[in-house]
T-cell receptor
Framework: EDQVTQSPEALRLQEGESSSLNCSYT??????LFWYRQDPGKGPEFLFT???AGEEKEKERLKATLTKKESFLHITAPKPEDSATYLC???????????FGAGTTVTVRA | NAGVTQTPKFQVLKTGQSMTLQCAQD?????MSWYRQDPGMGLRLIHY???????DQGEVPNGYNVSRSTTEDFPLRLLSAAPSQTSVYFC???????????FGNGTRLTVT
């Protein structure tokens, strides 16, 4: 069974204070690892897909990286508008379903 | 395109009542799914469908039914609501393959 564990559960940052979120996974053959952002009262919004170890993707202040066992979401010089819950999910080879982690809630103070 | 539309946004039920949560997508996506989200537990898959007429169970299917008569619609039925079904429910769809899931904005359900 696919498993996804995210840490920490919550992260409080000062504006401009860079940090990283971790997503550890076990899956029988990775087809894709997905990062989502979720704002309160909204559905998750897609950020990135990573397919193979060594791959990196960037969007504004966010950068996602992938190894064979983990993915990291780096937030560089965060702003208050980066405050959200960040979710990680994996899809196994030959499967349609995504398995999600419990998320990391990031709060950025001005 | 409206994307994924869920109705209602909020619902309060009494124990034992039944109801249907509606989900519609206008992106011609083959795959549709229902998740529930509870504090500290993340998104858990209830049921999913890979095309019209095809449905399957996810991680937590008990107490829920689904059907897929058209590509666009994927309703979730609660047969006899229980307080344990108090949650936020999300519908999501995607194309085949490894494309990302597109989510609706959820239905917040309270069962008293």
């Amino acid at each position: 069974e696919d498993q996804v564990t995210q840490s920490p559960e919550a992260l409080r940052l000062q504006e401009g204070e860079s940090s990283s979120l971790n997503c550890s996974y076990t899956v029988s053959g990775l087809r894709g690892l997905f990062w989502y952002r979720q704002d309160p009262g909204k559905g998750p919004e897609f950020l990135f897909t990573l397919y193979s170890a060594g791959e990196e993707k960037e969007k504004e202040r966010l950068k996602a990286t992938l190894t064979k066992k983990e993915s990291f979401l780096h937030i560089t010089a965060p702003k208050p508008e980066d405050s959200a819950t960040y979710l990680c999910a994996v899809q196994a080879q030959g499967d349609y379903k995504l398995s999600f982690g419990a998320g990391t809630t990031v709060t950025v103070r001005a | 395109n409206a994307g994924v539309t869920q109705t209602p946004k909020f619902q309060v039920l009494k124990t034992g009542q039944s109801m249907t949560l509606q989900c519609a997508q206008d992106m011609n996506h083959e795959y549709m799914s229902w998740y529930r989200q509870d504090p500290g537990m993340g998104l858990r898959l209830i049921h999913y469908s890979v095309g019209a007429g095809i449905t399957d169970q996810g991680e937590v299917p008990n107490g829920y039914n689904v059907s897929r008569s058209t590509t666009e619609d994927f309703p979730l039925r609660l047969l006899s609501a229980a307080p344990s079904q108090t949650s936020v429910y999300f519908c999501a769809s995607r194309r085949r393959g490894d494309s990302p899931l597109h989510f609706g904005n959820g239905t917040r359900l309270t069962v008293t």
